[in-house]
């Protein structure tokens, strides 16, 4: 199982751009996200946070558009029919990630949080891991269209980064409930801290479904 490699396209390459422009999103993403975060630690709510959050919204604004596109497409040209649901699914799935991606990014923005110098290098950790986890989503999706040995290996790869991300997570949640911080500023960590970490727990709900799709494609 998971040993085939062929791609799922035949003749309609228009499509498979157009998803492999999706995946790219995720990691643009990805990438913009770690960059706001280490812009907001030195500078807060700056004009350069400003702009890499409104990258972070055109991305997702961006990734909107192409989600609709690849819908339509796959509707009415009546393009691989056999497997549609599970494409529109799959689809649905990275916009969720790239959707958390910006939520997380304007909640920065618009809550403006203190992030005491004790916690920065484990937000730093979450939203590294988190980042790497998304990452490595679309490349196991995308390796969907393709190689099903890949998906298999960046599979593995996502759960570790989730598992991973979970251990940094609760030791930090802990860290701030645990210290002399008003009530308030513990909550607005603590769903902050919640937030990044969800962009993992939408990337590994990404792979359990792409996982099953990869095993009916082998059946």
Same mark, same amino acid.
């Given at each position: 199982?998971? $040993?085939?490699?062929? +791609?799922? @396209?035949?003749?309609?390459?228009?499509?498979?751009? #157009?998803?492999?422009?999706?995946?790219?999103?995720?990691?643009?993403?990805?990438?913009?996200?770690?960059?706001?975060?280490?812009?907001?630690?030195? &500078?807060?709510?700056?004009?350069?946070? /400003?702009?890499?959050?409104?990258?972070?919204?055109?991305?997702?604004?961006?990734?909107?558009? =192409?989600?609709?596109?690849?819908?339509?497409?796959?509707?009415?040209?009546?393009?691989?029919?056999?497997? /549609?649901?599970?494409? =529109?699914?799959?689809?649905?799935?990275?916009?969720?990630?790239? $959707? &958390?991606?910006?939520?997380? *990014?304007?909640?920065?923005?618009?809550?403006?949080?203190?992030?005491?110098?004790?916690?920065?290098?484990?937000?730093?950790?979450?939203?590294? &891991? %988190?980042?790497?986890?998304? &990452?490595?989503?679309?490349?196991?999706?995308? *390796?969907?269209? /393709?190689?099903?040995?890949?998906?298999?290996?960046?599979?593995?790869?996502?759960? @570790?980064?989730?598992?991973? $991300?979970?251990?940094?997570?609760?030791?930090? #949640?802990? $860290?701030?409930?645990? +210290?002399?911080?008003? =009530? *308030?500023?513990?909550?607005? =960590?603590?769903?902050?801290?919640?937030? %990044? *970490?969800?962009?993992?727990? #939408?990337?590994?709900?990404?792979?359990?479904?792409?996982?099953?799709?990869?095993?009916?494609?082998?059946?």
């Amino acid at each position: 199982m998971f $040993n085939v490699k062929i +791609s799922l @396209f035949s003749g309609t390459r228009e499509l498979e751009n #157009k998803i492999d422009e999706m995946h790219d999103k995720v990691i643009e993403c990805s990438m913009y996200f770690k960059e706001a975060f280490e812009i907001y630690v030195k &500078e807060k709510r700056s004009p350069n946070y /400003r702009r890499a959050s409104k990258k972070i919204k055109d991305i997702e604004a961006q990734a909107d558009d =192409l989600r609709r596109e690849i819908e339509s497409r796959l509707y009415a040209q009546n393009l691989i029919p056999d497997l /549609r649901a599970d494409v =529109l699914q799959m689809i649905e799935n990275i916009d969720k990630v790239i $959707n &958390e991606f910006d939520e997380v *990014a304007h909640k920065f923005y618009i809550e403006q949080p203190d992030i005491p110098e004790f916690y920065q290098d484990d937000f730093r950790k979450l939203v590294r &891991e %988190v980042s790497e986890c998304a &990452e490595n989503m679309a490349i196991c999706s995308r *390796a969907f269209f /393709r190689d099903f040995a890949t998906v298999r290996d960046y599979s593995r790869k996502v759960y @570790f980064l989730e598992h991973e $991300n979970d251990k940094t997570w609760a030791r930090l #949640k802990q $860290n701030v409930f645990d +210290s002399k911080m008003e =009530l *308030a500023h513990k909550l607005q =960590l603590n769903s902050l801290i919640g937030g %990044v *970490a969800d962009v993992a727990d #939408k990337a590994e709900d990404c792979i359990d479904a792409v996982l099953i799709f990869t095993i009916k494609r082998d059946i």
